[in-house]
């Protein structure tokens, strides 16, 4: 099929669609003539290529979406886009509060908190790929709208950045992969952000969310000392995740850190820490809640 055609059947330009075979998104036969030939295949990655773009993605992150079959890419792009979407409202707020004549200079340690923020979770996505890191990401996101003000806050963000930066990509097993792809395939960030403010809440009030889920707590103490479980991708799962952080320093060095940097986290881990007191009075057998992620 010519590009005369192909541009009928997408709705693109032909300088668009020369554009995507020279970028190397498609890569139509060529004729003896010297004409490109574009297959039903090339239509269908040309269809895809201009839905994408017309969301606002680049040619770049269009060649990793096309070729992961998994979508776990064009979620970590969602993720990426909902916390750009969060900063983005945040600058709107500042430039309203310059409108009304607000000093630059009490601007700017705002600003520089938006640049903080987003280099932190940018570098939780590059270091925990996959629905973990999506999870990860918008867990700390919310206590990361802090402003640096003392010299110890400073050295905490320092020393995150050296541990991400450090902290070797997490890999998991070939069966492992796919038992995670398919368990949270579905999972829209919306979802990721709903199971955490259910997370926080359940700290909150302790005593309130034993006595509302007693029945499932006993269930899922029973599961738990099953060979079913035992024998199960989500044990091995799990397993492979406690020696992950326990290795890379994520408990001994991360975890303070981020204690010293956000009062709010801090303040969430208190009651944190509170919460598994009281969890493990009532059900001695069961590990603690910890850090939804880890």
Do not use: W
């Not at 909902?82 to 004549?101: A, F, H, P, V, Y």
Request: proline share 4%.
């Amino acid at each position: 099929m010519l590009i005369k055609q192909v541009s009928k059947l997408t709705g693109l330009t032909k300088k668009a669609i020369e554009y995507y075979t020279l970028q190397g998104l498609i890569a139509p036969a060529v004729l003896n003539n010297g004409y490109r030939d574009y297959s039903e295949n090339d239509i269908e990655q040309l269809n895809k290529i201009s839905v994408l773009r017309k969301l606002g993605i680049s040619t770049e992150e269009i060649k990793t979406v096309l070729a992961d079959h998994s979508n776990s890419t064009l979620q970590d792009i969602s993720v990426r886009k909902e916390l750009n979407l969060q900063r983005e409202s945040r600058k709107k707020e500042i430039l309203d509060e310059l409108s009304r004549g607000v000093p630059y200079s009490d601007i700017s340690a705002r600003l520089q908190t938006l640049e903080n923020s987003k280099t932190i979770t940018e570098k939780f996505l590059d270091a925990f790929p996959g629905y973990y890191g999506r999870f990860i990401c918008m867990h700390f996101a919310p206590f990361l709208n802090e402003p640096i003000e003392t010299e110890s806050q400073q050295n905490a963000f320092d020393t995150i950045l050296t541990f991400l930066d450090s902290t070797p990509s997490l890999e998991l097993p070939q069966d492992l992969q796919e038992y995670l792809m398919e368990g949270t395939s579905h999972i829209s960030t919306e979802q990721i952000t709903g199971m955490l403010e259910n997370t926080k809440k359940s700290i909150e009030n302790p005593d309130e969310f034993l006595s509302d889920n007693k029945e499932f707590l006993e269930q899922y103490l029973a599961y738990k000392k099953s060979d079913e479980y035992k024998n199960s991708p989500a044990n091995k799962l799990m397993k492979l995740m406690k020696e992950f952080y326990s290795t890379t320093g994520y408990y001994d060095v991360f975890i303070p850190a981020l204690k010293q940097l956000s009062h709010s986290y801090s303040e969430y881990y208190r009651h944190l820490e509170i919460a598994n007191d009281r969890l493990l009075s009532e059900y001695p057998e069961i590990e603690h809640l910890d850090d939804p992620n880890g």
